[in-house]
């Protein structure tokens, strides 16, 4: 069985200041890895993925994250926070299904706020 | 582009009741998938559907009954609400069940049960 935990379910950093969102996995296989972002009663937007191609992955908005098999984390940075990145982040681990489907789990989430 | 279409946005229901929220997308995808999201517990799978004329069950199934109408459209049905139903349900699709597909998400349903 999969699982994915998020190590702080609330960071908060200054604006211009680096960000680092914590997420370890947990999975059978060879896993595919998402980040997602959730700004306040907005639908989930994709921020970035892992897909067994290279470790370190680049999404919009100037995240990145990079996979580490040996620790089993898929940890998520950016190097200056702006005030619009504060959101509700979730890291997913995907795998298949019993029905062959794509299931997708999710983290439980960590509240990003940027201060001035 | 729509992507992935939900209704209703908002729904209050009554304990008991029967309600079906629908949802659709217009990316031609063969998987979709139904979540649920409750505070401090991220989204939860309540049921999937691999492709047109498949359904799986997921985390949280009871309660619920899903419909896979055609490619196009996956419904999710209460058919008789409890107050642990309120929360705010996300339907989503992606291109194929391989694992590295991300999927698309709707804007959400916003579910209270009294």
């Known amino acids: 069985a999969q699982s994915v935990t998020q190590l702080d379910s609330h960071v908060s950093v200054s604006e211009g200041t680096p960000v680092l969102l914590r997420c370890n996995y947990s999975?059978?296989?060879?896993?595919?890895l998402f980040w997602y972002v959730q700004h306040p009663n907005k639908g989930l937007q994709l921020l970035l993925k892992y897909t067994s191609a290279a470790t370190l992955v680049k999404g919009i908005n100037g995240f990145e994250a990079e996979f580490k098999k040996s620790e089993t984390s898929f940890h998520l940075t950016k190097p200056s926070a702006h005030m619009s990145d504060a959101a509700e982040y979730f890291c997913v681990v995907s795998d298949r299904g019993t029905g062959g489907g794509n299931k997708l789990t999710f983290g439980t989430g960590t509240q990003l706020k940027v201060e001035l | 582009n729509a992507g992935v279409t939900q209704t209703p946005k908002f729904q209050v229901l009554k304990t008991g009741q029967s309600m079906t929220l629908q949802c659709a997308q217009d990316?031609?995808?063969?998987?979709m998938y139904w979540y649920r999201q409750d505070p401090g517990m991220g989204l939860r799978l309540i049921y999937y559907?691999?492709?047109?004329?498949?359904?799986d069950k997921g985390e949280v199934p009871n309660g619920y009954n899903v419909s896979r109408l055609n490619k196009r459209e996956f419904s999710l049905r209460l058919e008789s609400a409890a107050p642990s139903q309120t929360s705010v349900y996300f339907c989503?699709?992606?291109?194929?069940?391989?694992?590295?597909?991300?999927?698309?998400f709707g804007q959400g349903t916003r579910l209270t049960v009294v």
């Open positions: 559907s691999a492709s047109e004329g498949t359904t």
């Open positions: 999975s059978s296989y060879s896993p595919s």
């Open positions: 990316m031609n995808h063969n998987s």
């Open positions: 989503a699709s992606s291109e194929a069940p391989q694992k590295n597909t991300e999927a698309f």
